[in-house]
């Protein structure tokens, strides 16, 4: 995505974005905002869509799930936006 931000006259912004790529993935409930949650939470990242794993670090949802096994246990946990290291990176940069 390109994100441009420019003044307007009497201290306005104008935002404007254009999709430049766009991957489609298979449908998971963990990113559902209507899935029943239990208390406990996990960092995802606002950018990629990582997971921070306590013992892992930031790891492909995917790869999250099985690891979690958070198809077998019910009800999934609560996710806390976040940005891993290299999203943070670029963002810092860009």
């Known amino acids: 995505m390109i994100l441009a931000i420019e003044p307007r006259p009497e201290r306005g912004l ?10 489609d993935r298979d449908y998971v409930a963990l990113l559902d905002v209507n899935t029943h949650r239990s208390d406990e939470r996990l960092r995802i990242c ?25 198809f077998g246990a019910p009800p999934l946990p609560q996710l806390h936006q976040a940005l891993c290291p290299p999203c943070e990176t670029r963002t810092a940069v860009g």
């Open 46 to 70: 606002s950018g990629c869509k990582r997971i921070d794993l306590p013992d892992e670090g930031w790891t492909e949802i995917e790869r999250s799930l099985r690891t979690l096994d958070l």
């Open 14 to 23: 104008e935002v404007t974005s254009v999709l430049v790529d766009a991957e």
